[in-house]
Every structure is written in C-alpha cells, then in structure tokens.
C-alpha cells in the first residue's frame, strides 16, 4: 500500500513539475525585462522629448521643404524652435516651471548634427589663430618687413617737397606691412 503512495507522490510531483514548465511565466518575462532595461538605459541618454521632436520636426518638414526646398537647414532650425517654444509652453502649463536645459539638451540633437560643419570650421579657425599665435619665428619677417617700410617712409619724409607721391606709397606699404602683422597675429 505504501508502495502506492510513493508511485502516487512521485506522479504528482511529475505532474506538477511540468505544470509549472508550461506555465512558467518567469521564462515569459525575461525578454521583456531585458527590453524594458535596454529602453530605460536609452532613455536615461536620449530624452524622450527627442522622439517627439523628431516626428514634428518630420511633418514641419514635410511642408515647408515643399514651400522652400533651397535652405533646408534654416527650416530645420526654425521647426526646432517651433518645437521648443510649444514644449516650453507646454511644461510651464502643465508643470508649474520653465525647464530651458532639457528643452535646450534635446534641441542639440538635432541642431549640432545640422551645423556640424560650421561647427567644426569654427574650431579649425580657431585652432590655427591659436597655432598662429603660439609661433613668434613667423612673425620675424613681417616685424624685419616693417622695419624696412619705416626707414623708407622716414627717407621720403625728408623729400616730401621735392616728391610727394613717394611720401604716400610710403606710408600706404607702411599701413600694408602693419596690417599684415596684423592679420599675421
């Protein structure tokens, strides 16, 4: 009888076994965990504001590319404000507070993309300013070049009566050579 009992107790505990197998909801779960974080993570970088953002400035696009097709990147521009002023009114209606560094965070996904070249042309004037600057070598012979352009302008001060015209191209390449530096500097 005991015998029984046991074959019984083990059928069961089979039997329950797969019951929970076929209904195991924790292998059902686990990819949609796995979504949920990936999109959480997405989400803690790219504001959700931008997925918004996008689909607006798409439809703007849509309509005014047709209008004006020649200057897309002002278009663009001008539906991203459009856009940030509406989320701007939108959040202090709703909340209570202006929030310009989200608004201004999810603008510069779209905006630095857009003027990446002038951006970049930007920094490149900028590093060579700075290369110019940090090189005083190269600025010896303009420095020699005004040197010269003086003892020749101070020559046709002394012979300003007998020819003027030389006094002023003097005094023009002396402007030049400054200038140069100048510009050198």
Known sequence: MLDIFDKLKVEFDKLQNSINDILSLKDF????????NLLETFFSIVPFEL????????????????ISPSTPRINITVAVILFSGVW???NKTFSGEYNFGR??????????????????????????KS??????????????????QYYEFLNAQTEYIKDPTAF??????????????????
């Open 168 to 185: 002023l191209s003097s005094v023009k390449k002396l402007k030049n050579s400054l200038s140069d530096l100048e510009n050198k500097i």
């Open 103 to 128: 608004v201004l965070y999810t603008a510069s996904f779209i905006l630095i993309p857009a003027y990446f070249f002038e951006i970049s042309r930007f920094g490149i004037s900028l590093a060579k």
């Open 88 to 90: 701007m009114f939108l």
């Open 51 to 66: 997925i918004l953002l996008l689909i607006f400035c798409s439809l703007f696009l849509i309509l005014i590319n047709n």
């Open 29 to 36: 779960f686990s990819p949609i965990k796995k979504i949920y």
């Open 131 to 148: 290369r110019k600057i940090n090189s005083p070598e190269s600025l010896v012979p303009h420095i020699k070049e005004i040197n010269l």
